[in-house]
């Protein structure tokens, strides 16, 4: 795994071997973050679940002011510091070993995030119950940009809504999905 473009581009990032974390491929990350590209200089980003950070810190290569990331795993928190060191992002970054839904409301009245990736364990919703959280810890606004990334298994569709968020955009791979979306006026 490597930091594909921007700063830290080729620079190779360190995970976990024992299998516990999931990184996103390259090619999967490429495709993300040209669809990612137009909000990312200046943006405040939030890596939820972050894994070994390769979300965050390639968010922070191509030009996010700041990124936190969030990781409960002492193991995986230690691996993204060292990764976040040698990309020389350390920084522009703040890692919070917490679970994700706390932290979520720890970072209440923190400000809002320009984009939050959400990126948990497959086939449990997590990623849709944390839409619950978000609405009300005041970090999101009808601005914020959420992706969640989840497998193929739940039936959805753009323009759907989840706990106020609307689906805007939907990019589906070969054994997983983004689905890009926005806070809407509905419940």
Not at 31 to 44: A, W
Not at 117 to 139: A, H, N, T, W
């Given at each position: 795994m490597r930091v594909i473009a921007g700063s830290a581009r080729s620079l190779p990032l360190k995970t976990l071997k024992t299998g516990d974390t999931r990184p996103t491929t390259d090619r999967i990350k490429e495709?993300?973050?040209?669809?990612?590209?137009?909000?990312?200089?200046?943006?405040?980003f939030l890596d939820l679940f972050a894994g070994a950070?390769?979300?965050?810190?390639?968010?922070?290569?191509?030009?996010?002011?700041?990124?936190y990331f969030v990781e409960k795993n002492t193991d995986v928190v230690k691996i993204i510091?060292?990764?976040?060191?040698?990309?020389?992002?350390?920084?522009?970054?703040?890692?919070?070993?917490?679970?994700?839904?706390?932290?979520?409301?720890e970072l209440a009245g923190s400000g809002v995030f320009d984009?939050?990736?959400?990126?948990?364990?497959?086939?449990?919703?997590?990623?849709?119950?944390?839409?619950?959280?978000?609405?009300?810890?005041?970090?999101a606004d009808e601005d914020t940009l959420v992706v969640i990334e989840e497998d193929l298994s739940d039936e959805i569709a753009e323009g759907d809504v989840f706990s106020g968020f609307?689906?805007?955009?939907?990019k589906k791979y070969r054994s997983n999905r983004h689905i890009f979306l926005k806070k809407t006026d509905q419940p």
């Open positions: 495709t993300l973050f040209n669809i990612l590209m137009p909000d990312l200089p200046g943006c405040r950070g390769a979300i965050g810190i390639e968010a922070l290569s191509r030009g996010a002011k700041e990124a510091t060292e990764n976040l060191k040698f990309t020389k992002l350390y920084d522009k970054a703040k890692v919070l070993k917490r679970d994700a839904y706390d932290a979520v409301a984009i939050i990736f959400i990126d948990p364990p497959y086939g449990k919703q997590m990623g849709f119950e944390m839409l619950k959280v978000l609405k009300r810890s005041g970090i609307e689906i805007k955009r939907i």
